[in-house]
């Protein structure tokens, strides 16, 4: 791996020595590194399993934030080594501790939310966590339905997590999700994958990383927030001073963190079933 890194180091125009190289936790996916030359610090991704269109759509994620005004890591350089010898370097963000960093991701947020596109989805493909995303560009339901819980129905049922009931209760509120959305919201630019771990506090202040960038609903961003935990008080009230949420948002959350639930199905397999199917049952009974 270390050979990879070097060549990739030399790609991006730094002959210099590595004089530091240490894992950074935190990941599941992929193997992190710190490492420091004489020129810079560096962020370093590798994944032994990932092809080109891995990392790629990583730049391609932090590159459209990067350009609207998100705080994000600047990708330095992506070497496509051929799938086993991929390596991402990124710009190395030192963490620094902040009492007023929650506060300030609510307006980072906010703002992010208020890049618009007339067309959900996106122009290319991209990943969320390991599994591949769909963005097919469509108005929100259909995109939702389509893209969103179809891709994963479908993902679920190759890998056999999906029980005849479930599926059928899938077909179902897809069947059903305009009359139970009742929503026709901007089409917002999305991180995609906003849970805890998927920002950092700098001297700048707060930073997104590890987008799964896309142009949705803005609810499906702060669903995902509530699934795990939340955040803080903090950043609910800053981000509702900026850009108060719509009536009705609490009953749509539900159907927005099935999304997540699936993906987590998908991957970590029948643990997180149960979750799904009430909030299938929520939305299909009487219907």
Known sequence: ??????????????????????????????????????????????????????????????????????????????????????VLLLEWIPPFVSGEADKELGSVVANMHTHYSKKAGLEHNNFIGELPQTNERNDWVQFYRDQRIGFLQSLAEEKGVLTKERNRLLTKLRDNLHSILNHTPKNSLLHGDLWGGNWISSKEGPVLIDPAVYYGDREV??????????????????????????????DRFPIYQLYYLLVHLVIFGESYGSAVDRILRRYTTAR
């Open 1 to 86: 791996m270390i050979s990879q890194v070097r060549s990739a180091l030399q790609a991006y125009g730094d002959d210099g020595k590595i004089d530091q190289w240490d894992r950074v936790t935190g990941g599941s996916i992929n193997h992190t590194f710190y490492a420091k030359t004489s020129e810079r610090d560096y962020f370093v991704k590798y994944n032994p399993s990932a092809g080109h269109e891995f990392f790629q759509a990583e730049v391609n994620g932090l590159t459209l934030l990067g350009e609207n005004g998100v705080p994000v890591p600047k990708p330095l350089y992506h070497h496509d080594g051929g799938v086993g010898n991929n």
């Open 221 to 250: 961003d702060i669903a995902f927030t509530y699934l795990f935990g939340g955040y803080s008080e903090a950043f609910y009230r800053r981000y509702e001073e900026e850009y108060p949420l719509e009536d009705g948002y609490k």
